[in-house]
């Protein structure tokens, strides 16, 4: 029988507890053996593979669960077996509750947490990986996360007492509980009165606990040496010896791209200067840019790519270009010189266009680089793991000084 009764509960109930439950249970092992996974060269690949069925089963276990609470809605819920245990009875009613409330904000959260961030471990599915509505956030995905955490402690918990429960009745007493839900035996008696609307209550209220929590929290600290935001903190302003019209940048950005898991990532270096000198009859000049790259920001493999396999900035903290500006055509110039990165020193083409109106100057330009002519990522051979090209794109408003 598909149904419930009043004292059993039907084949589509019972599929979707025993399914719900072992993807959750398989999602719970995935992420403990994610943390406690060394990030390496060697497991950047499993982690990936791992993250990104760990993210699929989420998505699965939103979409079972949406079909459950639809399913429970039309069905009647079996009565009691000990309707005169109030207070037992109460605490199975509310971490029923409770763990319906899991099954959606635990996998919901990870889903947000994924959209807001950039990082590794596609969800393995061809429907798009962002949720509408969800912005590209460090905050947002830092608060998703915290939810995501606490559901996790609040799941493991449930889950426990739930599980001990089962047991009790099942070993202990005897009364057929956990049978009605594994092979849909009868147990209990019909007619018992049985609602009501004290367990939600007090389940809803915990989760509204649980998802306030990261709004109070106080915002996560920048990790040791990390700068602040260029408009808060600049780098030492380098200086040309140069007689050609010098030029302050007034705001801009500096981004990189690189795809991992053949997805791209997006990230940024917050703090950075640039000195300027610019001819604008003879379309030449040169620079020097400065960049602090412990103010980098590369969505969840931020700390990944500060570490000593790839920016190393705890060693470099550092890392400057110096080139001769030319005009090749109208409005394109390129910018040829060295950049100095993680102690190498690579030869660099800047390609951009430039617009000049009155004394202020617009650029807009691009250059592409090769992780491996930096010694950057030298374990990580494949690819598919990490792309060897890196796409560095920079934008900034000056004014002629």
């Not at 997006?266 to 030449?284: C, L, P, Q, V």
């Not at 060295?338 to 020193?345: A, D, H, I, N, P």
Request: net charge negative.
């Amino acid at each position: 029988m598909l149904t419930n009764t009043a004292t059993r509960y039907g084949a589509l109930a019972r599929f979707f507890h025993w399914a719900i439950a072992l993807l959750i249970l398989t999602d719970i092992a995935l992420g403990l053996i994610g943390e406690n996974t060394p990030r390496t060269a060697e497991t950047a690949a499993g982690l990936a593979t791992l993250y990104s069925a760990h993210k699929t089963i989420g998505v699965a276990v939103l979409g079972l669960a949406v079909l459950r609470i639809l399913w429970a809605i039309t069905q009647p819920k079996p009565v009691p077996v000990h309707p005169e245990r109030k207070a037992e009875t109460l605490l199975a009613e509310v971490i029923h509750w409770m763990l319906y409330g899991a099954i959606v904000i635990m996998p919901l959260s990870g889903w947000v947490m994924h959209s807001a961030e950039t990082g590794f471990a596609p969800i393995l599915w061809p429907f798009g990986q962002d949720l509408p509505f969800v912005p590209k956030s460090e905050d947002v995905a830092h608060m998703a996360g915290a939810v995501h955490g606490l559901s996790a402690l609040v799941i493991y918990l449930t889950v426990a007492l739930h599980v001990a429960g089962a047991l009790k009745h099942a070993v202990i007493e005897k009364d057929g509980v956990l049978s009605r839900m594994l092979r849909g035996t009868d147990a209990g008696v019909e007619g018992e009165a049985h609602a009501s609307a004290l367990p939600p209550v007090l389940a809803a209220v915990l989760w509204i606990a649980v998802v306030a929590f990261p709004f109070v929290m106080p915002a996560p600290e920048r990790p040791d040496g990390a700068a602040a935001p260029m408009e808060q903190a600049q780098v030492e302003q380098a200086e040309l010896a140069s007689d050609l019209p010098s030029w302050t940048v007034d705001q801009g950005s500096l981004t990189i791209s690189v795809k991992q898991m053949g997805a791209p990532v997006e990230g940024s270096f917050a703090n950075w200067s640039a000195a300027i000198a610019y001819d604008e009859a003879t379309g030449t000049g040169e620079v020097t840019v400065t960049i602090d790259t412990t103010s980098l920001t590369l969505g969840s493999v931020t700390q990944q790519a500060m570490g000593p396999e790839f920016f190393n900035t705890e060693t470099y903290a550092t890392a400057t270009f110096e080139g001769e500006i030319s005009r090749i055509e109208g409005a394109s110039h390129q910018a040829v010189g060295t950049l100095t990165l993680v102690g190498q020193e690579v030869p660099v083409t800047l390609a951009f266009d430039l617009t000049i109106d009155g004394d202020t100057a617009t650029m807009s330009g691009t250059s592409t680089l090769d992780r491996r002519d930096f010694g950057m990522g030298a374990g990580y051979a494949d690819e598919g793991t990490v792309g060897f090209a890196v796409a560095v794109a920079t934008t900034l408003t000056a004014v002629r000084q």
